[in-house]
C-alpha cells in the first residue's frame, strides 16, 4: 500500500521553488544587463549656473504655485520629490573639468550635496545616508522671482530605533533632544545575498565585516550601504549651493529649525526668517 509522505512531499515542493526563484533572479539580472546596455545615457554637460537648474526643477516640482505649497499626502509628497530630484543630480563642467551637483541639503551648520536618493517605503525616503521618515514637504516658491531664497522644506516623524545599540535609552533621547533639538543614530546595511540584508553596527560597518549563521561575511564595498535615522523628528531644506542659505550667516539657522519642530513658530515665520538671507555676492543675475 502507498504511503503518503508529507515531509517528502514538502521537500520536493521547496525544493522546486527555489528552483523557480533562482531562474527567476537569472532571468531578471540578464533583463537588467540588456536594458543597461540600451540605456546608457552620458554625462549631461551644463550650459548655466546651478541655481539655474534648480530653479527649473522647482518649476517642475511645484509647476502653477507660488509662496508656500504645503505637502502631506505621501502620493503628493512622492511626486514632489521624484519631479524635484529626478536625474541627473549633477552636470559635468561645459571645460570638461569636474562636475557639480544640482542640490544641497542644509540645517544649520550641517550640509552636503546630494548625490543619490531612494525611497524606502511609503514615506520613507533615502537622501545619501540620511533615512528621512517623511511627514510633509514644503516648498517656498517665491513669487516675486527671488530664485536664490527658494527651497523645499522636509519635516519627518520619529523612527523607530534599530535596535543595535542598548544605550539608545529613552532618557538618552530626551536628554538629547532637548540639548541638540533631535537624535540619530548610525548603523549600516550589508547585503548578504540577493534577498537578505543585515543591519550592523557603525564599527562592523567601518570594519567592513559582520557574522551570519556563525559564519564571517565580508560584503562588497558596493554592498555596504551607511545611514543615519532619526528617532526623533527631524528637518531639513532642499535648494542650490548657489542660494542664500550656502554662507556663514546660516550656520546659526539650528534653533530656528528646532523651534518649528517644536511648533514654537510657524512655518510663515520660518519662512519670514528664510527671507532675511541675502542674495549671494557673486551672482549678477
Known amino acids: 500500500m502507498f504511503h503518503f509522505n508529507s515531509l517528502y512531499l514538502q521537500s520536493q515542493l521547496m525544493g522546486t521553488l527555489y528552483y523557480f526563484i533562482h531562474k527567476f533572479s537569472l532571468y531578471k539580472d540578464k533583463i537588467k544587463e540588456e536594458l543597461a546596455k540600451k540605456t546608457d545615457v552620458k554625462e549631461e554637460y551644463a550650459f548655466a549656473?546651478?541655481?539655474?537648474?534648480?530653479?527649473?526643477?522647482?518649476?517642475?516640482?511645484?509647476?502653477?504655485?507660488?509662496?508656500?505649497?504645503?505637502?502631506?499626502?505621501?502620493?503628493?509628497?512622492?511626486?514632489?520629490?521624484?519631479?524635484?530630484?529626478?536625474?541627473?543630480?549633477?552636470?559635468?563642467?561645459?571645460?570638461?573639468?569636474?562636475?557639480?551637483?544640482?542640490?544641497?541639503?542644509?540645517r544649520g551648520s550641517s550640509a552636503m550635496y546630494i548625490d543619490k536618493y531612494r525611497w524606502l517605503g511609503n514615506r520613507h525616503l533615502l537622501i545619501n545616508e540620511l533615512e528621512l521618515n517623511v511627514r510633509k514637504v514644503v516648498a517656498y516658491v517665491d513669487p516675486s522671482g527671488r530664485y536664490y531664497g527658494q527651497y523645499v522644506y522636509i519635516e519627518t516623524d520619529a523612527d523607530r530605533p534599530t535596535g543595535l545599540y542598548r544605550e539608545n535609552t529613552e532618557e538618552e533621547i530626551q536628554s538629547c533632544e532637548k540639548e541638540l533639538g533631535y537624535y540619530y543614530e548610525e548603523y549600516g546595511v550589508f547585503k548578504l545575498f540577493r534577498f537578505i540584508n543585515k543591519s550592523v553596527t557603525l564599527t562592523e560597518f567601518d570594519d567592513g565585516h559582520t557574522t551570519w549563521g556563525g559564519k564571517l561575511m565580508s560584503p562588497s564595498r558596493e554592498d555596504c550601504e551607511h545611514r543615519t535615522r532619526f528617532l526623533t523628528p527631524y528637518n531639513l531644506i532642499i535648494s542650490s549651493q548657489e542660494s542664500s542659505f550656502n554662507c556663514p550667516q546660516f550656520d546659526g539657522s539650528d534653533d530656528f529649525f528646532n523651534k518649528l519642530l517644536r511648533k514654537e513658530i510657524t512655518i510663515e515665520e520660518f519662512n519670514d526668517y528664510m527671507k532675511k538671507f541675502p542674495k549671494p555676492m557673486d551672482r549678477f543675475y
Open 49 to 106: 549656473e546651478p541655481i539655474i537648474y534648480f530653479s527649473e526643477r522647482m518649476s517642475k516640482a511645484f509647476h502653477g504655485k507660488r509662496g508656500l505649497v504645503t505637502y502631506t499626502r505621501s502620493r503628493d509628497i512622492k511626486r514632489c520629490i521624484n519631479n524635484l530630484l529626478s536625474q541627473p543630480l549633477k552636470l559635468k563642467k561645459i571645460d570638461g573639468n569636474g562636475s557639480f551637483p544640482l542640490f544641497w541639503w542644509f
